[in-house]
């Protein structure tokens, strides 16, 4: 029943962040403040974006509440890692507020970054070895160097799919969720302590985004805004961090199931990358895509993904919901790969793509069967085809600057 107490702290932070984030609504709406709608907004009536402060004090009141949990007391026996990544959150928040509220540039938002990952690397959140008998595979200054590169990665990735209602709240609540369950076996698995930071930072993130969840689905009263997305980019890349390299392989792998070592061996550095699949993806697109047309890798456009599924013709929530799917089926289907042969999860990851791949190209084929029915009946149906088709308004703007994500400017 070692769960319990998990759950309890996310219990904690799930209920501290809804109050503070209903506060944050309330006061941000009476107040005005709020930033005024932009032409590259998606949403359209002006809304609330300091959520993410509301996060990182449900988080700090579950760490505090954890703290006095006698079966959690382990994890704060050294507090260095505790107050580093406390302290590393803090910093990227502020950094996070200021620029929702004042438009940072993107060298003192990078700065920022890049200081909270050194804090944390300091701490002693750093990827130093391989997770294959534990062999140290770079030098302490490589080892840094990849680290915070790592982190800032990470924070990136979230922070540029944070576009539509709900996005980045749920597809973390999805990927934190798969990765708890993975540490908590791996836990058992190994015979370890079971009460640890990268678990306790897990749950507690997983009960901020289920506290701000309920504010930030479609349509939205509130945004996380930068400080959120940031904060919840560093908490997932710590706690990924904090348990790749400490797993030996041979405790992971089952010996009945055909290749499971070679496998299992890869999951500790496959699954930290599986459950962000999506947002990797979209910032890896944006860095090519806007280093090719000559511009910043920070600049703004409107080519992320969650854009396109919009032009294609897919609603908000449908959009949101997509992303969820493919989230889920990856994430997923890596960690099946820990308990059955080789090629089941395989067969659950192809179908369950091919499925994702059919429901998000569907708007497609209904635009191709109504410009062939205009083509020969004209009139009306040419009509609902021009309103239909997003995708060729959107290809006119291609060239314009416009933001990356819906509800604050490009990151």
């Known amino acids: 029943m070692r769960i319990v107490f998990y759950v309890a702290v996310t219990a904690v932070s799930a209920g501290v962040t809804f109050a503070l984030a ?17 032409e590259r907004d998606v949403h359209t009536r002006p809304t609330p974006r ?32 505790v107050l580093g990544l406390l302290g590393a959150a803090l910093l990227i928040v502020l950094v996070g507020v200021a620029d929702d509220l004042w438009d940072l540039d993107w060298l003192t938002k990078l700065a920022g970054q890049i200081i909270a990952a050194g804090i944390l690397a300091w701490q002693g959140f750093q990827l130093s070895t391989l997770p294959i008998g534990g062999q140290v595979i770079v030098s302490p200054y490589i080892s840094l160097t990849i680290t915070v590169l790592a982190i800032v990665l990470v924070m990136n990735a979230i922070n540029f799919i944070d576009g539509l209602d709900g996005l980045v709240a749920g597809v973390a609540l999805i990927a934190n969720s798969v990765f708890f369950v993975y540490v908590y076996i791996l836990q058992a698995r190994a015979q370890t302590e079971y009460f640890n930071l990268a678990s306790l930072t897990t749950a507690v993130l997983i009960g901020a985004c289920i506290g701000f969840l309920p504010l930030n689905f479609h349509p939205a009263k509130l945004f996380m805004g930068d400080a959120g997305a940031l904060l ?23 010996p009945d199931v055909f290749n499971a070592y070679f496998l299992a061996a890869y999951i500790p550095i496959l699954l ?5 699949i999506v947002p990797l993806l979209d910032f890896g697109l944006a860095v090519v895509r806007r280093l090719r047309a000559g511009k910043s890798p920070f600049s703004a456009d409107r080519k992320h993904l969650h854009h396109r599924l ?11 919901l997509l992303f969820y799917a493919w989230t889920l ?21 192809a179908v369950g793509l091919g499925i994702c791949t059919i429901v998000t190209l569907a708007p497609l ?11 020969l009946a004209g009139g009306d149906v040419a009509d609902e085809v021009a309103a239909f088709d997003g995708l060729d308004a959107a290809a006119d703007d291609d060239d314009s600057e416009s933001a990356a994500p819906a509800d604050r400017k490009a990151p």
């Open 365 to 375: 084929s209904r635009r191709k069967a109504l410009e062939s029915a205009a083509q």
């Open 310 to 320: 919009l032009d294609m013709g897919h609603s908000h929530l449908h959009a949101v």
């Open 22 to 38: 209903w506060l944050t609504w309330r006061l941000s709406t009476r107040y005005r403040l709020y930033p005024r709608i932009r």
């Open 329 to 349: 089926v990856v994430s997923v289907g890596c960690l099946l790969y820990m308990f059955l042969p080789w090629y089941l999860p395989t067969i659950f990851i």
């Open 272 to 276: 930290p990358f599986a459950v962000l």
């Open 232 to 254: 919840v980019g560093l908490l997932m890349a710590a706690s990924a961090i904090s348990v790749t390299g400490e797993v030996d392989p041979g405790i992971v792998a089952q």
């Open 50 to 81: 300091l959520g993410g402060a509301a996060m990182f004090l449900g988080i700090v009141a579950a760490f505090v509440v954890a703290s006095f949990i006698p079966q959690l007391s382990l994890v704060f026996a050294d507090r260095g890692p």
